[in-house]
């Protein structure tokens, strides 16, 4: 019981900390919403690719996995299994395969919520 407490505890610290990082991003810096998403993508491949994400993942758990640069995580962690299993080709796979789960809910929640709402115009 002890342990699942922390192990909760850490998820919410990690998690807290990369999304008030965006949050600064947002605050601070003249970005786009876009713009942050492709860097919090990046990041976690490029801290994926230096086996860094993999050290944030075994102490927050979900915290580091759930985020978008988690997405980039998991991208890394599928190019890197398909590489060793298929050559150069895995680099081209590995990725889709990693995330086909993930990227196929987004279209489909995106898609049912576009049925649903009803769009108003900004003023």
Do not use: H
Request: with cysteine.
């Amino acid at each position: 019981m002890q342990n699942m407490i922390w192990t909760y505890i850490n998820a919410f610290i990690v998690g807290g900390v990369i999304c008030a990082a965006g949050q600064i991003l947002i605050d601070k810096t003249k970005l786009t919403s876009a713009r942050i998403l492709v860097l919090f993508v990046t990041t976690g491949v490029i801290l994926s690719a230096l086996g860094v994400y993999q050290k944030i993942v075994d102490i927050g758990g979900a915290g580091a996995t759930i985020p978008l640069s988690g997405f980039g995580y998991t991208l890394t962690r599928g190019v890197f299994r398909d590489v060793e299993s298929l050559g150069i080709l895995g680099a081209f796979t590995g990725g889709l395969k990693a995330t086909a789960a993930g990227i196929t809910a987004a279209i489909l929640f995106g898609y049912i919520i576009s049925v649903a709402a009803v769009p108003k115009a900004k003023r």
